[in-house]
């Protein structure tokens, strides 16, 4: 079976997520959605969260956050679990993710084995330390926020797949993301226009694939995916 679990966090123009710009990208074949912490910029947005099943937000946002923090979905008789947290260090100010993990896991462990973290985190050490804190329990971590891949994918000793950040899928120029004037303007004189979303030039593609063994909730593989160039 083949899955596909993509983060949506920035796909309405940058910022946040739409009940249009999800069902883009389920249309496209992505099975299941993660967040972060733009997950709420369109205010709107709130009563899809607590009605989906299939689009996330971190777990740890404080009680009455629309929304859930973890999830399954199925494909091909196969049950995936799917866990959403995010990290405190230089974040919004969120409970604590290893205790949400934790109490995630409570409600998905009797259901599967192949269950997959998404850590949306700024901190590389905060991920990692998440990562070993959940080898063995889970089949995959990985982590998102920070827009550039990390190389520092692996099989943790438990038989959880790692990685630090899959990286961004976007525009190549600019910023991160975003068109570099304002963000330059912010670093320099610490005023800028409203960040906007970098139109021209190539773009990117960073994903991982990642093999996991259902019957034992294992990975056996994992591959960072970085396309450059594309039109």
Do not use: W
Request: charged share 20%; hydrophobic share 40%.
């Amino acid at each position: 079976m083949h899955a596909c679990i993509a983060n949506g966090e920035n796909v309405a123009g940058g910022f946040g997520l739409t009940a249009q710009t999800a069902q883009e990208l389920f249309d496209t074949g992505v099975d299941f959605i993660t967040g972060g912490n733009h997950i709420l910029d369109k205010r709107d947005f709130g009563a899809y969260l607590d009605a989906s099943e299939r689009v996330l937000r971190p777990a740890n946002y404080p009680e009455g956050f629309p929304g859930h923090g973890y999830g399954t979905f199925s494909v091909e008789g196969v049950t995936v679990g799917v866990i959403n947290v995010m990290g405190r260090t230089f974040m919004p100010p969120v409970d604590d993710p290893f205790r949400a993990a934790d109490a995630c896991l409570q409600g998905l462990s009797p259901q599967t084995r192949a269950i997959v973290v998404d850590v949306h985190a700024e901190a590389t050490s905060e991920k990692v330390a998440l990562g070993r804190y959940l080898d063995g329990r889970v089949s995959l971590v990985y982590g998102t926020h920070t827009h550039v891949q990390t190389a520092d994918e692996q099989i943790l000793p438990g038989g959880t797949a790692f990685i630090s950040d899959v990286g961004m899928t976007g525009p190549t120029d600019g910023i991160i993301g975003m068109e570099q004037k304002a963000v330059l303007d912010r670093f320099l004189v610490g005023v800028s226009d409203r960040f906007s979303v970098q139109k021209t030039g190539p773009r990117q593609f960073c994903a991982i694939v990642v093999a996991i063994d259902t019957a034992s909730g294992k990975a056996t593989e994992i591959k960072r995916l970085f396309l450059r160039g594309i039109p």
